[in-house]
């Protein structure tokens, strides 16, 4: 909007991160053993009153498990991080990374100022929730996956076909103060609050080159489980 007051702001972000990754990958679509994870801060000094101050850190583990080699993998992680200080920011959760058919809750992401967009932190994946299902200055997330091949080197001219199949279980949580899993609705009957699950099964594949992935996934609501969601994204398994 032309009438809009224009906002700039310069702001100082010192940062650090440690990784450690021994992973190694199957001939088809994703890490087949090993292990990686990594620790992450990063924070945003409060020069003035009108300024931004925050401290937000970030860990990662994920291990690889291969139960028959070049065959059958369990994928195990788990995610969390907390942000603090006079400004924190958000976590949002929700959705898969590179979400193409993605879907927000009540349709937007609430960005109060663009430092916020600046500092967007969607946590991923969710499988079955919008993005922005629920949001907090602390989350967690874990997931675990079954993954097997389907069909290997099947070869249609000169391009070899590989789909790789996929169970999956995601869990995810984020709250301010207080961590409240779940509520009753009007009619008596428990909705997921804090805490949300969602399972499902997915197939991975190169499309034109590309990594493409295609989940049916089905939320846990507590009293019942939804209706399947279909998810399409771009981009590796983690």
Known sequence: NPEETSLSQMLFVPGGKYVHDNVLYNAFYSPERGSRYYLDFKGVPKFSKSGRGFMTATADYRTYIPVIDNYLTVALRGSAGSSFGPDPTNFFLGGADNWINASFKD????????????????????????????????????????????????????????????????????????????????????????????????????????????????????????????????GMDW
């Open 107 to 234: 349709g937007y992401l609430p960005f109060d100022d663009p430092v916020d967009f600046a500092f967007m932190q969607v946590e991923t994946p969710l499988r079955g929730w919008p993005i922005n299902q629920i949001n907090g200055r602390n989350f967690f997330v874990s997931n675990l996956e079954l993954r097997f091949p389907i069909i290997v080197a099947v070869v249609t001219g000169p391009v070899p076909v590989f789909l790789q199949g996929s169970l999956f279980y995601d869990i995810g949580g984020a709250w301010n103060d207080r961590f409240i899993v779940k509520y009753k609705d009007e009619n008596g009957k428990y909705q997921p609050e804090d805490l949300l699950m969602s399972t499902g099964v997915g197939i991975r594949s190169f499309i034109f080159g590309l990594p493409l992935k295609f989940d049916i996934a089905w939320r846990n609501n507590y009293d019942k489980w939804s209706e399947p969601y279909w998810l399409i994204s771009l």
